[in-house]
């Protein structure tokens, strides 16, 4: 029987791959311990919490009350039900791939259909401004006024992408749908919604949350294995200098661009995993706004690493990873573009490098705060990973004696 051109293709990789790690053993296992260090301190304790909380908020029906308040916004502007503003504003909080996460969470509950799933998923997974003033402006470019031109052009691509995705997947949807009336928020409507919600969900409180936890944790676990496991791919191909020939492929693009050849390299491991490509860019030897603009790409592209992370979350569910994946290529170019227009005004022109008019606010000292921030999360982050994995194998190990017994 002839196997499936992508199934030989897969098999073909997965064996290359296994052959690199036999080949480079000890390259293998630090590349695997850098992306266990950054899931360990940082992404674990760092969306722990937002899923938590967002498995609890769907359960209890504050979503739908939300929803129900938000629709007059999301519906018209993005043409996604009102439970989309709250997707998007976790996703923004939380950065990768809580967007998704809680798009597909939505999508299980039946609050939206896979079309609005398709187009929400699009524009909800973003990075967060913690990781992108912290660690990117202050941590790799040792510069805080570039985290305001590279979060500036970020979030303004991702608004881009869901004004154009608002068009995506229009004839597939019905004449009803497409014809919805809309009104102005209902407070009545909102505590209906909120209180059918209730009504339904019979679990207690004990329940939930246990719930909650356990999928919480397995839905982090996966993403650390994700972590780890590109951490090593983008390690084996460096080892085998694919990395450095892709590198000077892009670099002939580049130079029709105006960009230094020498940018090329970092851009393809960003292409992989943002982390390492954001820090090997701020590195590289080339002007600043050169760096700011292949960042600003690297960020909103979110890497195959987090891309493969969506895809794993939506294929348990019937939204497609398509759109996803163009989005992120749009909203690449969007945001490299953006980057480009908004360095002259937000970084050297510097508009809040004189004193604000309004006394109360220090941008030095809500920097400093969100360093601290930071280095907060990075040594508290171990010990919080460690309680969260400990309480979910009581949780876990409690079901299962109650379920054999």
Not at 157 to 175: D, T
Not at 251 to 278: A, D, K, R, V
Not at 309 to 323: K, M
Not at 355 to 375: H, Q
Request: with cysteine; proline share 5%; glycine share 6%.
């Amino acid at each position: 029987m002839k196997l499936p051109d992508k199934t030989l293709f897969f098999a073909i990789a997965i064996f290359l791959f296994a052959v690199l790690i036999i080949l480079f053993p000890k390259d293998s296992l630090n590349a695997a311990k850098s992306g266990l260090h950054m899931w360990w301190n940082v992404v674990f304790p760092s969306l722990l919490p937002f899923f938590i909380v967002s498995e609890l908020l769907i359960g209890y029906g504050v979503v739908r009350f939300i929803g129900v308040l938000l629709e007059p916004f999301m519906r018209p502007v993005f043409r996604v039900p009102g439970v989309g503003g709250f997707v998007w504003a976790m996703g923004m909080a939380s950065g990768f791939p809580a967007g998704a996460k809680l798009t597909a969470r939505l999508r299980q509950e039946e609050q939206i259909t896979a079309i609005e799933a398709e187009r929400l998923v699009s524009f909800t997974n973003s990075s967060n401004p913690l990781f992108i003033f912290a660690a990117v402006s202050i941590g790799f470019f040792q510069n805080e006024q570039i985290g305001l031109v590279l979060a500036a052009s970020h979030y303004l691509s991702n608004i881009c992408v869901g004004l154009i995705m608002r068009f995506y997947g229009r004839k597939r949807e019905k004449i009803l749908e497409r014809r919805k009336k809309i009104t102005f928020p209902s407070l009545k409507q909102a505590f209906f919604s909120l209180h059918e919600q209730l009504t339904k969900e019979q679990k207690p409180f004990g329940k939930m949350l246990g719930d909650a936890v356990i999928q919480s944790i397995q839905t982090l676990l996966m993403i650390g294995g994700f972590i780890i496991l590109f951490s090593v791919f983008n390690k084996m191909l460096d080892m085998i200098h694919f990395t450095s020939f892709l590198g000077k492929l892009i670099s002939h693009l580049f130079e029709l661009l105006n960009i230094p050849s020498s940018l090329g390299g970092p851009f393809i491991s960003g292409l992989f995993e943002i982390t390492l490509g954001s820090q090997l860019t701020s590195a590289a030897d080339s002007n600043l706004l050169h760096k700011v603009i292949i960042v600003s790409f690297i960020l909103a592209f979110s890497g195959f690493s987090v891309q493969a992370q969506v895809a794993s979350i939506l294929a348990e569910t019937d939204i497609r990873f398509q759109p996803f994946f163009y989005a992120r290529i749009l909203q690449g170019i969007l945001s490299a573009s953006i980057a480009y227009f908004l360095f002259k005004p937000l970084y050297l022109e510097r508009p809040f490098s004189s004193r604000p008019i309004i006394p109360v606010f220090n941008r030095e000292e809500a920097l400093n705060w969100v360093t601290s921030l930071w280095n907060v999360l990075l040594e508290a982050g171990p010990f919080v990973t460690i309680l969260a994995l400990t309480l979910y194998l009581v949780l876990y190990f409690q079901r299962t004696v109650t379920k054999n017994d």
